[in-house]
């Protein structure tokens, strides 16, 4: 199943990161720019794991069956498992991500997949 697949990478992928930063944010031979930069990035990654979260939660509980939501600085990227979707279900899809994410619609890729 795609969809677990992606939420599979994706959370190993999320795991690597995090670690990476702790251990920059726990060596002691960071700077204090450096030490800073990893904070940001780690905050930046919760939030956009959120962002992720909740936009993918709320397309489900418009009635698709799932969905798989990717955040990164200015790209939003949603897949939505269905066979075709209708104008009407893009515009609401994009409505959550816009609302959610705070991108705008140009932004944001709505994407079909199984």
Not at 2 to 21: G, P
Not at 32 to 47: I, R, S
Not at 83 to 100: F, R
């Amino acid at each position: 199943d795609y969809f677990a697949t992606f939420r599979d990478d994706r959370e190993q992928v999320r795991k690597l990161e995090m670690e990476y930063l702790d251990e920059v944010i726990a060596a002691s031979a960071s700077d204090d720019e450096t030490l800073a930069d990893a904070q940001g990035q780690k905050l930046t990654l919760v939030e956009n794991m959120e962002k992720e979260f909740t936009v993918e939660s709320l397309i489900k509980a418009k009635g698709f069956e799932d969905a798989a939501v990717t955040f990164h600085a200015g790209t939003v990227n949603v897949v939505v498992k269905a066979d075709e979707l209708s104008d009407k279900q893009v515009a609401q899809i994009l409505e959550i991500t816009k609302k959610e994410t705070g991108e705008p619609a140009e932004n944001i890729k709505v994407m079909t997949g199984k």
